[in-house]
């Protein structure tokens, strides 16, 4: 993944193994209406970070090796809230987003397959 990409949108490159595996991170407020997202935090600040009021989110992307012809992509997210405010209101944001989020990962998903057997295509 290329990090620039993420520049800006609050997303952070926590960890990455080329090839292997990949794990972003952010924090806000996700449930305003702009996503309340902490556009300063970076990658060292992301383990510490616990503000009251907010939440944060470790999203990691998993490549695997079946069999020589298969591979499997693989993605978990882990979600932790700072007080009780944020936990009522992340639950009530998630239980109107989390429908959505999940057809937009199977969408993320199916792109990166569909890039990757065009990759595999090519080389043959």
């Avoid at 997202?37 to 079946?66: I, M, S, Y």
């Avoid at 792109?111 to 080389?123: M, Y």
Wanted: charged residues 25%; positive net charge; aromatic residues 10%.
């Amino acid at each position: 993944m290329n990090a620039r990409r993420l520049q800006g949108t609050g997303f952070v490159v926590l960890a990455e193994v080329p090839g292997e595996a990949l794990l972003i991170g952010v924090a806000g407020k996700f449930w305003r209406p702009d996503g309340g997202r902490c556009l300063d935090l970076t990658a060292g600040d992301f383990g510490r970070f616990a503000r009251v009021g907010h939440a944060k989110v470790a999203w990691n992307f998993r490549l695997r090796t079946e069999s020589p012809n298969c591979m499997v992509l693989s993605t978990e997210t882990r979600i932790k809230c700072f007080g009780r405010a944020a936990l009522w209101k992340f639950r009530l944001y998630w239980s109107l987003v989390g429908p959505f989020s999940g057809l937009i990962r199977k969408a993320i998903l199916k792109q990166v397959k569909t890039e990757a057997e065009s990759i595999l295509t090519e080389a043959s």
